[in-house]
């Protein structure tokens, strides 16, 4: 099986920078994805690692270390508008490949 | 279409009563998933189909719950017997690709609600 921590929720100012840490414990690792939801809305993919290391894309930047079992989402440059649950995702190799397990989500506020 | 989209939006339903809930995938997207989100949680899965073909069904609660996809595009699932933990928000996904591991586009999904 598969389990997946991070934050239940957290608080930035905005104009700030965040860091949204996620562990995870799986079975024939495949990837790690970061999605973004707004309340009452579809999530939206924001990063795919399948490598260590860091990927950046914009304001927003992912980072994964496979032995650790550790990713973080990195927002820069924080707006109100990126006040969401931030959703870490693992898909494993093998059977079931196909399918994401996610965690529960981080609720970040951001605050003026 | 541009997007994924899910109907309906809400759905209050009376325990006991059957529930369709409509996914239409982008045009020509391959994988289909289905994944239940109760409140405050994350998306779990329920179902995946290649075309077609459901090729995984182990998430689904239920025998009560029941998915198709007979034309290879549009999806229903279906929950019969409707029970309160049921209620939650019920997303659809597509993936141009054969497993969408390289990622979903997910629909806005259905909320639904069992009283």
């Known amino acids: 099986g598969q389990n997946i921590d991070q934050p239940t929720e957290m608080t930035a100012t905005e104009g700030a920078i965040v860091q949204i840490n996620c562990t995870y414990q799986?079975?024939?690792?495949?990837?790690l994805f970061w999605y973004q939801q707004h309340a009452g809305e579809a999530p939206t993919f924001l990063s795919y690692?399948?490598?260590?290391g860091l990927e950046e894309k914009g304001r927003f930047s992912s980072f994964l270390s496979r032995s650790k079992g550790y990713s973080y989402l990195l927002l820069k440059e924080l707006q109100m508008k990126d006040s969401a649950s931030y959703l870490c995702?693992?898909?494993?190799?093998?059977?079931?490949?196909?399918?994401?397990?996610f965690g529960k989500g981080t609720k970040l506020s951001v605050i003026p | 279409g541009a997007g994924v989209s899910q109907s309906p939006r809400y759905k209050v339903a009376k325990r006991g009563q059957d529930v369709a809930l409509r996914c239409d995938p982008i045009?020509?997207?391959?994988?289909l998933f289905w994944y239940q989100q109760a409140l405050g949680q994350g998306p779990e899965f329920l179902t995946y189909?290649?075309?077609?073909?459901?090729?995984?069904k182990s998430g689904l609660p239920s025998d009560r719950f029941f998915a198709e996809r007979p034309e290879g595009s549009v999806s229903t699932l279906k929950i019969q017997r409707t029970q309160q933990e049921d209620s939650a928000v019920y997303l659809c996904?597509?993936?141009?690709?054969?497993?969408?591991?390289?990622?979903?586009?997910f629909g806005s999904g259905t909320r639904l609600t069992v009283v």
């Open positions: 996904a597509s993936s141009l690709e054969v497993g969408g591991w390289y990622g979903y586009t």
């Open positions: 799986t079975s024939g690792f495949n990837g």
């Open positions: 690692n399948v490598l260590d």
């Open positions: 995702a693992v898909s494993q190799s093998g059977a079931g490949s196909y399918q994401l397990t």
């Open positions: 045009s020509g997207h391959v994988s």
């Open positions: 189909f290649q075309n077609e073909a459901q090729l995984d």
